[in-house]
């Protein structure tokens, strides 16, 4: 009888990697700590560890972009910001959604890539965003924060991992798909003109809400769709698992 059959297993309510969860943990905890402190470090701390194009040009000087006294500091102090305005958000909602597409995304790239790599995939598709968002912006004082950078790094690279993501396959065992292919052409297509089309309008434009500009999104999203290759070719590969072409 039905009622007599065992209960199915239980399934997890989170079925993303643990490396995914906690580093929306990490980016969490970093904006609530902002928030615990008092107003003027909290606001220090925006200006210290958050993205400002007018730190590296020679043509701005600390009066004229309002910054601290120590600006632009030194060689590491400039270089910091390229990592850390990552763990910076402008407010909840920001995090949130960044959270969200995150845990869309990130699961595909950790589970091929294994936890260190997809780290350090996240963080220099990061970079890239940050470098895009500059030469677009030179000498703005304007701070910029996110991780939507990355995350759209790794959503280019999912775009390219998702067939093998098939329940037949062996994990990574399918190549990933070609960058010209159509699919991969017509989604970078969308993704470019949706965040141009942001930019012209403001919609999601950083600017003065804090939040991170567009450019950063299609920068970030380019070094995860060339960097995709090079990082699945680093990945640990189980005995008899046929190479990735």
Known sequence: MAFLQSAPPRQPIFRAPAVV?????GLAGLHALRLWLPTARAQDMVYEYALIPARYSHAF??????LAPSWPGTVLERAVPFV????LHNDWTHLVINSLWLLAFGPVVARRLGPLLFLVFFLICGVA????????NWGSPVPVVGASGAISGLMAAALRMLPGQAPWAEPGSVPLAPIFSRQILIFTAVWAAINILAGVTGLGV??????????AHLGGFLAGLLLCGPFDALR???????LDR
């Open 206 to 215: 950083g600017g003065e809400s804090g939040l991170i500009a567009w450019q």
């Open 84 to 87: 850390s305005y990552m763990g």
């Open 129 to 136: 965003g940050a470098f895009a968002y500059i030469a677009f």
């Open 236 to 242: 640990p590969r189980q005995v008899g698992m046929p």
């Open 21 to 25: 969860l906690w580093l929306i943990a």
């Open 61 to 66: 000087v600390a009066s004229q972009a309002g």
